[in-house]
């Protein structure tokens, strides 16, 4: 097996639910890759196979050269791992949560923590209880509890999850800096931004991995085109392009359309089949997919907080 990480059929079933669908995948050292879907898509019973929390129903991987399955206490030094759910302790200050998760893999370098926490930014912060930090702190604390033992590969489960966009932003520079010094980051994420900054982007769906590609792969692989419409009635037009022949999907994008077609539809049959509705085309011109569009056809799903279209 080549690869940090090499997955060939992996499968998890809980009773008669196929949570994780014979997963096949490598990712090759120091490579940022981000796995995107939405809630219950696989991607945390993915990861914690891979970790040797859960093991599989079929199939098998092997991690930095171990395998999850047999080898998981041997592994867990080697890694570093950021739950969803927020495990630190909250009547601790920030310096107390770190050096006794650093205890915890024999590091008592305190120039070690000092050095975690200064790149974290949290540096003046260090005598703060965590349950005072605002979200984003925290989301950053548990970063630094994850890398201070020096990782070769990082696993972050929806790491800025209710994280505002500013703060989001500087977490995934921190997780750039931890990438330059050789560490393999595996990402799992639903904002579709986040798998931009990504080297690789796996997309799943119901416990299938769809694809797994760079991004501009992806989009170069889209099966289809895309158009912005800028029509009137606005709302009549979205109707009318959900029930179209050829149109793959349709949404709202501020005051237009966002439309993918089948790829032999053209800018007039597009057109043509508006106007047949009443309805006034202003403007109808071909658009760049984006990993938005890549994901909506190759799931069939919705995002996120947007309404299936």
Known sequence: MSGVIHAVGLTRRFGEFV????????????TVSGWL????SGKTTTIRMLLGLLHPSEGRSEVLGFDPA????ALRAHVGYMSQRFVLYTDL?????????AGMYGIRNKSRMLEVLKNADLADAAGLRTRDLPVGWRQRLSLAVAIV????????DEPTSGVDPVARRAFWDLIYACAAEGVTVMVTTHYMDEAEYCQQVGIMQAGRLLALDAPAGLK???????????ADPLIQSLEVLRNMAGVLRVGLDSDSLRVVTQPQMTAGQLAGGLVDFGITVSRLEQSFPTLEDVFLVSAGGTLPGRQQS
């Open 19 to 30: 949570a994780v669908d014979h997963l096949n995948f490598s990712i090759q050292a120091g």
């Open 37 to 40: 879907g939405p809630n219950g």
């Open 149 to 156: 033992h020096r990782p070769r590969l990082l696993f972050l």
């Open 70 to 73: 047999r080898q998981a206490e």
């Open 220 to 230: 170069h692989r889209l099966d289809g085109r895309v158009w912005q419409v800028v």
């Open 93 to 101: 200050t920030v310096w107390e949560n770190l050096e006794f998760y």
